[in-house]
């Protein structure tokens, strides 16, 4: 199960980068979303995919489950939910006062 959700982490590294590296503005953007989501991905699978119980003082289980990786996810998932939004609305407000999405358009040198 590891193996098929880091080859997926992979896959997602990929399309975010293809995405990152083209000329849209809005591309760029969900580019970096992706690239957080593979993140996350990544960082839970690395903390291990294993089912235990929760680490409580009146417990005797031999098989505990790590939270500190589901923490750190919740943690990015909301650092990331913000910086988008803060892209989103960059996007926005350059559109409507440029009128293009264009990052090569974007540059404003023509010579190039």
Same mark, same amino acid.
């Given at each position: 199960?590891?193996?098929?959700?880091i080859?997926?982490?992979?896959?997602?590294? #990929?399309?975010?980068?293809?995405?990152?590296?083209?000329?849209?503005?809005?591309?760029?953007?969900?580019?970096?979303?992706?690239?957080s989501?593979?993140?996350?991905?990544?960082?839970? #699978?690395?903390?291990g995919l294993? #089912?235990g #119980?929760?680490?409580?003082?009146?417990?005797?289980?031999?098989?505990?489950? =790590?939270?500190?990786p589901q923490a750190?996810?919740?943690?990015?998932?909301?650092?990331?939910?913000?910086?988008t939004?803060?892209?989103?609305v960059?996007?926005?407000?350059t559109?409507?006062?440029?009128?293009a =999405?264009?990052?090569?358009?974007?540059?404003?040198?023509?010579?190039?």
């Amino acid at each position: 199960m590891e193996t098929m959700i880091i080859i997926l982490a992979g896959v997602l590294v #990929t399309v975010a980068t293809y995405l990152i590296l083209s000329k849209s503005f809005i591309r760029v953007i969900i580019g970096t979303a992706i690239l957080s989501h593979a993140a996350h991905l990544l960082i839970m #699978t690395m903390g291990g995919l294993k #089912t235990g #119980t929760v680490p409580l003082l009146g417990e005797l289980e031999n098989k505990y489950t =790590d939270a500190l990786p589901q923490a750190l996810i919740l943690t990015s998932i909301v650092i990331g939910f913000a910086v988008t939004a803060l892209f989103l609305v960059l996007a926005y407000r350059t559109y409507r006062d440029v009128g293009a =999405d264009n990052l090569e358009t974007l540059r404003g040198m023509q010579d190039e």
